[in-house]
């Protein structure tokens, strides 16, 4: 399951929540982008 945030209200969206279309559920936008996550940074000896 994929969490996508839309691009215009800035709301969190489940991936199931999207169904068939790729419109957000809150405003009605079509544009959303997968938020990164921070990466923990190892270096090596």
Known sequence: MAI???FQCE???KS???EK???????G???FYKP????KTVKAD
């Open 21 to 27: 279309r790729f419109v957000c559920p809150h405003c």
């Open 36 to 39: 990164r996550t921070k990466m």
């Open 11 to 13: 709301k969190k969206i």
């Open 29 to 31: 936008t079509r544009i």
């Open 4 to 6: 996508y945030k839309c």
């Open 16 to 18: 199931d929540e999207l």
